[in-house]
């Protein structure tokens, strides 16, 4: 059974760097599939940010780009993501998913809260 | 990007009762790539239909999804306590992935 890890920290500075790590298990990252990362502000809706493929392409939501980047450690099985210069608007639930590209996001990790606040 | 609008916001129904959310995209959605989610409080979204129509596995049959090219229905035939919850619909044939605002349906 394929599982997925948020962790990171649960407060970051505003203009600073929000960096995350979800660590996979029961399934190698390298072995296929999409993984991608997932936001929702607390009480409202969910909006895509990133993913990953297992060859290592990469595809960043266009509002965010320049600002958000996505990479993955085969190794350690996990992907990470880093976001620059947040602000109280990136205040959310982050979550990271695996899916396939004809498939919606099928599996989940249980979401991390993050707080952009001084 | 596809921006998809569901309708209504919140749905007042009673157990027992039917339910029909909808969602309606910007723009034709290919290829009939429309998910749709449920979210329970303080839980990750969980797909209940993929493929606009096709329940994904362990999903009760009370569920049903229906649509093509813009728009879209969830049924939920006979509403049980455990689903009054939040929906999300999401289409996944034109990236970037966008989801809708969500319904929130609750116990009249």
């Known amino acids: 059974q394929v599982q997925l890890q948020e962790s990171g920290p649960g407060l970051v500075k505003p203009s600073e760097t929000l960096s995350l790590t979800c660590t996979v298990s029961?399934?190698?990252?390298?072995?296929?599939?999409?993984w991608g990362w997932i936001r929702q502000p607390p009480g409202k809706g969910l909006e895509f940010i990133a993913t990953?493929?297992?060859?290592?392409?990469?595809y960043y939501h266009p509002s965010l780009r320049g600002r958000v980047s996505i990479s993955m450690d085969t190794s350690k099985n996990h992907f990470s993501l880093n976001l620059s210069s947040v602000t109280a608007a990136d205040t959310a639930i982050y979550y990271c998913a695996r899916y396939d590209i004809s498939l919606p996001f099928q599996y989940w990790g249980q979401g991390i809260l993050v707080t952009v606040s001084s | 990007e596809i921006v998809l609008t569901q309708s209504p916001g919140t749905l007042s129904l009673s157990p027992g009762e039917r339910a029909t959310l909808s969602c309606r995209a910007s723009q034709s959605v290919s290829s009939r790539y429309l998910a749709w989610y449920q979210q329970k409080p303080g839980q990750a979204p969980r797909v209940l239909i993929y493929g606009a129509s096709t329940r994904a596995t362990g999903i009760p049959d009370r569920f049903s999804g229906s649509g093509s090219g813009t728009d879209f229905t969830l049924t939920i035939s006979r509403l049980e306590p455990e689903d009054f919850v939040v929906y999300f619909c999401q289409q996944y044939g034109s990236p970037p992935r966008t989801f809708g605002q969500g319904t929130k349906l609750e116990i009249k």
């Open positions: 990953i493929h297992h060859s290592g392409d990469t």
């Open positions: 029961g399934y190698s990252i390298s072995g296929g599939y999409y």
